[in-house]
Each structure stands twice: as structure tokens, then as C-alpha cells.
């Protein structure tokens, strides 16, 4: 994520230190969808730059955060990079870069959140059991 983000500004492209790359991104990006069309009409151009100043500071300031020795820290970016996958999913075609970025985003996250807040469907269909300590540290709290 982090070089995805340096290279952006790295490009020296206009657009993006201008914060207007979105303005042209949905309509040129290299498969897009049907909701890339909805996207780019129906979203002010304010809202755009928004969404690249968001995208930059996603990309580029928060995975430090992956190494913070708090875990608050490291719930927050991966929340805020699975969120961007979603958002970047639901208006282009980049599905599996997408995937496995959120794949890779798992390993940051600890097993009490994912026990915690993935659905108990999920975690049996996987056939992943919560360790017995922490079940009963759950218990006591």
C-alpha cells in the first residue's frame, strides 16, 4: 500500500498533487464497471478530492500504523485499507488485487477481534477454533 501510494506522488503526475486525479480516473481506468459511470457523474468534483487526499493518506501514512505496539492503531488501518478495497472494488475492476490486499490485511488484525466481530458462520465454515484461554478470559470479562 505504502508504494502504491509513494508512487503516485513519486510520478510527478498533476493530477494527483493537484487532487484531481478522481476527475478522470473513473472514466479512463483500465476495466471499468457499471458503477464506475454512476461514480463519476453523480459525485461532486469536491467530493473527488476528497476521496484522493483520502486515498493518499491511506496509502501512504497509515501503514506505519501496522507496526504500532497499539492495537487501536492497528485495527484503525486495517479497517481504513479493507474500506478503500471495498470502495476501489465497487468502482473499478481491480477484484483480485483487491482480494489479496484484504487477505494480506488479515495478518495485521489480532485473533480477539477476528473472533470478536467475523461472523461464528465464517470462523466454522474455516473450521477455526478460538484457543481455550482466550475463551475463558471472554468468560470472565
Not at 473527488?48 to 492497528?74: D, N, Q
Not at 465497487?90 to 466481530?117: C, S
Request: net charge positive; charged share 15%.
Amino acid at each position: 500500500m505504502f508504494a502504491s501510494g509513494l508512487v503516485k506522488l513519486l510520478s510527478r503526475c498533476k493530477t494527483w498533487w493537484s487532487l484531481t486525479a478522481l476527475h478522470y480516473h473513473f472514466e479512463s481506468q483500465p476495466l471499468p464497471h457499471f458503477m464506475s459511470w454512476y461514480v463519476h457523474q453523480l459525485t461532486p468534483d469536491i467530493v473527488k478530492r476528497y476521496m484522493v487526499a483520502g486515498t493518499l493518506v491511506i496509502e501512504i501514512v497509515l501503514p506505519f500504523l501496522f507496526y504500532s505496539p497499539f492495537r487501536e492503531h492497528r485495527i484503525f488501518a486495517t479497517i481504513s485499507n479493507m474500506v478503500l478495497m471495498i470502495v476501489i472494488a465497487g468502482t473499478g475492476n481491480y477484484n483480485f488485487f483487491n482480494l489479496l490486499t484484504a487477505l494480506l490485511l488479515l495478518i495485521v488484525l489480532d485473533d480477539h477481534f477476528i473472533y470478536k466481530y467475523v461472523p461464528k458462520k465464517v470462523l466454522q465454515v474455516m473450521d477455526i477454533k478460538m484457543p481455550l484461554e482466550q475463551l475463558i478470559k471472554d468468560i470472565k470479562n
